[in-house]
């Protein structure tokens, strides 16, 4: 891989673009309007097709002024059709892009003609060749894009922060914002406006997939990630840049393993912040799929471990001879408890290991640890059968599933205060010993 | 002139064998697409047909490389559509997996589904216009697509995949209809309520991948969604919702195939999605179901009903604190928040229906036709005062305000229950009297 200067440009062109989108892109996230991003950016045709009929040149003041017009047009249009006819969200959405893209691509059949435009370059953008239109500032010579995505990076920035309450406000909770005094809808239209503006201002330079892209992606990944509006605008921006550098990366490393010379840079940007979402979406600290699969097998676990110390505990109480613990034999367990054997295996290892439970030759028994652990618990259980018979009125029959579940979750506290309800007895319904609290020393 | 004439004449009889077939395949994926977008919208997920159609780029591109790969040219099309049916499958999966295994909602995961899998289909056709063998040119042709330079084989495929869903549709139109309002009850009743929805997937991702050709996969969606969206307005019940949004599918597919036909440089998509279009506008105004029109001129007329029935309730009570007599609009002024032209237009409303007649001295009277009416609804407003006031525990300054605006909306039905509710006998019990104090200083009135 080489690396050339203008590969630095290329980079950060794609992240001022992509840090534009993702900040108002939070909100979107936020206030479920995702899909109006979509939609502005394909709507945003039309107008950038007038403008260049009208000024037959692709980059002026009109052109932005008319695009970013048309896209706010968008979302009031869509509105108004959903309020008005009566159509639901979606469909009154895809009514109108659709509309819209429709006529944006006839008129640019026509423009094409006159100006060097095609539809094209509209979707997928021409940022790789974004580092040769170059202005000069200051005596630096710095690409035209650079500065017309900065620039609407330091606008999104601005409005964000000056307005941080009240945006965050309208989009948690539009009522609270209205009785707070904030005009919850012109602060919808400020952020369709804001969408429209930097749709407009990066689609001619990294193409309208990746503007739709890093709308949506980024705010994506803040709001699995985090539960805090800044926190989830900061992650968004560092998945934003992310993208940005591993996409160009990837775009000019990977395909030379297949034997290509490169692809296009948008899209792999676009495939980056995909991946990272994916990643956010699996190992997410609080909401990713394997952190909560391994919270729930911990507590599968747990429970499971629970139960098995607990039946240790009923068949040595069924067993004659209570002053000797009894070993019982582990296929005697298996069948009490109804395990497969693998993780019959497993827990036994696993509790062997904690020195809860001893192995002899006869089979397994409980440590005096381990007895007090299970003890506890089957107190809890008699306790909780007792506390349902008296109160809730749940049938004879009934009881022992219910305790069996209410058994693991119930704290020490919760223990001392069924004993209390119950007075605490000395049997259960079933006419069970209630094994006396741990620190009584009468056993 | 007469050239032209008969150029078009040529495409819109559909003399040619090859525009015959491209224009009926166009005509009859339009009313497949009405059909299935009929579920679709009335289930809420209209623009999940959108984020499929975005996702099935990915699916061409690795077909034609896969073809290529094994020698082929990769421009059979029947491949590139297994390919994009494939990988529209896989867009619908991963809407359905964000949906289910994360808590970003619905706008989220088709959003990011969209964009992600056309991101990826955009860099995998930046590879493939690199490959030296094989013809890439055609593939783009999947984004906009052009009905007009279809090859007639592979429109037949499009007509005969449309018709196949049109059948699919009509077989299993009564499970798409249970499914679409009631998912539990027809789970409860033990239709099998998950496979119904695969198959109605499928459908949606078959019309998306066979339309990819006519109208490209941006716009798809439109002829999915706009046709169904502009039947609402016209009818409540699901069949004819369906008829007649297949039925818009099918002239838009018919005149947008037709006229870029006749004019190739007018791509097909777009003319389709704006005949479609300008339906909905029309529907919108004038549907005569659920149009704006419509529902502005119910909402006029339930007004002026109202009004009316405010006007004779005046004047009846008025009749009750001051006799018989004839009365002078300005009696009235007092007793509603109404303006004198207000009062005035409504007096000669009532007089056209012949409930009041003028009398010499610029003053009113009620008609027998007017007292009737009058004495209807001045009974409907005080039965519901008395029911108020007895079973809701309402105080008898405040029942008036309710019971004045039930008061024109008490059907025959309710009245009788009402009155037995209430232990009154019909006419018997003619008007129960006022259960407050009425007159012009009565400020609760208003």
């Known amino acids: 891989m080489t690396w050339y200067p203008f590969d630095t440009w290329i980079v950060i062109v794609g992240a001022l673009a992509a840090l534009a989108c993702a900040l108002p892109g939070c909100f979107l996230v936020l206030r479920r309007m995702s899909l109006m991003g979509d939609a502005i950016s394909h709507a945003v045709l039309p107008g950038l097709a007038i403008a260049f009929l009208v000024t037959a040149s692709r980059a002026s003041w009109p052109m932005f002024v008319g695009a970013a017009a048309v896209g706010v047009l968008t979302a009031i249009l869509s509105g108004w059709v959903e309020r008005v006819g009566k159509v639901e969200a979606q469909a009154a959405l895809g009514v109108v892009f659709t509309a819209l893209f429709a006529v944006g691509l006839i008129l640019i059949r026509f423009a094409a003609d006159h100006v060097d435009i095609d539809a094209d370059c509209v979707l997928y953008g021409e940022i790789e060749l974004a580092p040769l239109r170059t202005v000069s500032v200051l005596g630096f010579d710095i690409p035209q894009p650079a500065l017309v995505n900065g620039g609407m990076l330091l606008i999104n920035v601005l409005v964000i922060g000056l307005l941080y309450k009240e945006m965050k406000i309208s989009a948690f909770d539009p009522q609270l914002a209205t009785t707070l005094g904030i005009n919850a809808t012109a602060m919808h239209y400020l952020l369709m406006g804001l969408v429209a503006a930097t749709v407009v201002a990066a689609f001619e330079s990294v193409g309208s997939i990746l503007v739709i892209a890093m709308l949506i992606v980024p705010g994506a990944v803040g709001h699995l990630l985090s539960d805090r509006l800044s ?38 940007m676009v495939v980056v912040a995909g991946g990272l979402f994916v ?37 040595e109480e069924q067993g004659d001879d209570r002053s000797t613990p009894a070993a ?116 | ?68 790969a094994f020698g082929g040219s990769g421009r059979s099309l029947s491949g590139l559509l297994l390919g994009a049916a494939v990988f529209g499958v896989l867009g619908m999966l991963g809407v359905q997996a964000i949906r289910k295994y994360t808590r970003l909602k619905d706008d989220v995961a088709l959003g990011i589904v969209l964009s992600v899998f056309f991101g990826l289909g955009v860099a995998m056709l930046g590879l493939v216009q690199e490959m030296r063998q094989g013809h890439a040119a055609g593939i783009d042709r999947f984004i906009y697509g052009q009905a007009a330079t279809m090859l007639g084989a592979d429109a037949m495929t499009m007509l005969v995949m449309a018709s196949i869903v049109v ?38 991702v078959a019309v998306t991948v066979i339309g990819l050709q006519a109208v490209g996969l941006i716009l798809v969606v439109a002829m999915l969604i706009v046709p169904p969206a502009a039947a609402r307005f016209w009818t409540d019940n699901l069949l004819r919702m369906g008829l007649v949004a297949g039925v818009i599918g099918l002239v ?55 009004g009316l029935q405010h006007l004779m309730r005046a004047a009846f009570e008025h009749a009750e604190l001051a006799g018989d007599e004839p009365f002078a609009a300005d009696d009235l002024l007092d007793r509603r928040s109404w303006s004198k032209r207000e009062l005035s237009r409504l007096l000669r409303r009532a007089q056209r229906y012949g409930w009041v007649v003028p ?28 029911f108020l006031i007895e079973h809701a525990d309402i105080a008898p300054s405040h029942v008036d305000r309710d019971a004045d605006r039930i008061e024109h909306v008490l059907g025959e039905a309710m009245v009788e229950q009402l009155e037995r509710t209430l232990r009154t006998r019909g006419e018997a019990v003619a008007v129960p009297a006022s259960p407050h104090r009425i007159g012009g200083d009565d400020k609760v009135t208003r």
């Open chain 2, 252 to 306: 838009s597919g018919y005149l947008g195939a037709t006229v870029s036909g006749m004019a190739p440089r007018l791509p097909t998509g777009p003319i389709i999605v704006l005949v479609a279009t300008g339906v909905f506008v029309v529907s919108l105004l004038a549907g005569t179901r659920r149009g704006v029109l419509v529902r502005a001129w119910r909402h006029v007329q339930s007004v002026r009903r109202t």
């Open chain 1, 231 to 268: 926190s989830m605008l900061g992650i968004a921006a560092v998945v934003a840049v992310l993208s940005a550098v591993l996409g160009h990366v990837g775009a000019i490393t990977l395909p030379p393993l297949a034997g290509f010379d490169d692809t296009r840079t948008a899209g792999m």
């Open chain 2, 1 to 68: 002139m007469p050239e032209l004439w008969e150029d078009m004449l040529r495409t819109l009889s559909l003399r040619d064998h090859n525009t015959r077939v491209v224009v009926l395949g166009v005509s009859m994926l339009g009313l497949a697409a009405g059909l299935v977008g009929t579920f679709m919208v009335l289930r809420k997920r209209a623009l999940l047909t959108d984020a499929v159609s975005h996702a099935t780029l990915p699916g061409i591109a690795a077909a034609f490389m896969l073809m290529v």
């Open chain 1, 328 to 443: 019982i034999r582990a296929d005697q367990l298996r069948a009490t408890l109804d395990l497969d054997p693998l993780r019959h295996r497993l827990l036994l290892r696993r509790l062997h290991r904690g020195q809860l439970v001893t192995r002899t030759d006869a089979g397994y028994a409980l440590t005096d640890a381990g007895r007090s652990l299970a003890r506890d618990l089957v107190r809890t259980h008699r306790l909780w059968e007792t506390y349902l018979d008296q109160y809730t009125g749940t049938p004879a029959d009934h009881l022992h599933l219910a305790a069996e579940q209410l058994e693991h979750a119930t704290s020490p506290t919760m223990q001392q205060q069924l004993a209390e309800r119950t007075g605490s007895p000395a049997t259960d319904p079933q006419g069970k010993t209630i094994p006396s609290p741990p620190n009584d020393a009468s056993r």
């Open chain 2, 359 to 386: 009398t010499s001295d610029d003053r009113w009277r009620l008609s027998d036709a007017g007292r009737r009416e009058a004495r209807r609804v001045v009974r409907n407003h005080r039965l519901w005062e008395l």
């Open chain 2, 167 to 204: 059948a699919a549709c009509a077989l299993l139109f009564k499970e798409f209809t249970l499914v679409c309002f009631d998912e539990q009850y027809a789970g409860a009743q033990g239709w099998p309520v998950g496979m119904i929805d695969v198959v109605m997937m499928g459908l949606v």
């Open chain 1, 279 to 315: 990643l956010a979406m699996s190992f997410g600290p609080r909401y990713g799929l394997v952190s909560r699969a391994i919270t729930q097998l911990g507590l599968g676990l747990r429970i499971a471990q629970e139960d098995l110390l607990a039946t240790l505990y009923r068949l």
